[in-house]
């Protein structure tokens, strides 16, 4: 079964830090790969997303992946983030034949002054 | 509607009782998932529907858990007997089967059990 494992359960960085959240997936077979974030009493919205083609995605607020077929990894960066970075952030991986998808435990950035 | 639909957004019940929480999908998406937000943890998967396929019923945590999907759209997620530890937030996402198979998320259903 697949499974997505997100190390680092939170991250605490300063304000104007570069950020690296960690993601690495279990699958041998094609996949698409989703960075989801959950800001404070908020719902999950999409961050960014692999599907196919080069492997640097960038998304949203700066954010940006690297698919890492062979290390089957995805972890997101941010060159300098923002107090308002502060989130829940969550992997997920689908393989393209269409089976469930399934997230990571997530990480939480704590981003203070 | 323009996007998922979650109700009630929250629900207070007493131990024992029995709770549903519905999910409008978004028109025309035929996978539709369950999942679990309990506090301080992941999202834990529940259940998965596709199309008319027989749903993927291998996360849910026991027998007390229940959820079908009619006509192919809205779906009813069953608790039975609540007890304590079922207190989460219960999210519903819905996704287009057309290779762009990117989720989109209700706001949730928040349970709590007394």
């Known amino acids: 079964a697949q499974s997505v494992t997100q190390l680092d359960s939170q991250v605490p960085v300063f304000e104007e830090a570069p950020v690296e959240l960690r993601c690495n997936y279990s699958?041998?077979?094609?996949?698409?790969l989703f960075w989801y974030v959950q800001y404070p009493n908020q719902g999950l919205q999409l961050l960014l997303k692999?599907?196919?083609?080069?492997?640097l995605v960038k998304g949203i607020n700066g954010f940006e992946a690297e698919f890492n077929k062979s290390q089957t990894s995805f972890h997101l960066r941010k060159p300098s983030v923002h107090i308002s970075d502060t989130a829940e952030y969550f992997c997920?991986?689908?393989?393209?034949?269409?089976?469930?998808?399934?997230f990571g435990t997530g990480t939480r950035l704590l981003v203070s002054p | 509607g323009a996007g998922v639909s979650q109700s009630p957004s929250n629900k207070v019940t007493e131990k024992g009782k029995d709770v549903e929480l519905r999910c409008d999908p978004i028109?025309?998406?035929?996978?539709l998932y369950w999942y679990r937000q309990s506090l301080g943890q992941g999202l834990e998967f529940l259940i998965y529907?596709?199309?008319?396929?027989?749903?993927?019923k291998s996360g849910l945590p026991s027998d007390r858990f229940s959820a079908e999907r009619t006509g192919g759209s809205v779906s009813t997620l069953t608790i039975q007997r609540t007890q304590q530890e079922d207190s989460a937030v219960y999210l519903c996402?819905?996704?287009?089967?057309?290779?762009?198979?990117?989720?989109?998320f209700g706001q949730g259903t928040r349970l709590t059990v007394v």
């Open positions: 996402a819905s996704s287009p089967l057309n290779g762009v198979t990117e989720a989109f």
């Open positions: 699958s041998s077979v094609s996949v698409y």
């Open positions: 692999y599907l196919s083609g080069s492997t």
């Open positions: 997920a991986v689908i393989n393209t034949g269409f089976q469930k998808l399934v």
């Open positions: 028109s025309g998406h035929t996978a």
């Open positions: 529907f596709q199309g008319n396929s027989a749903p993927d």
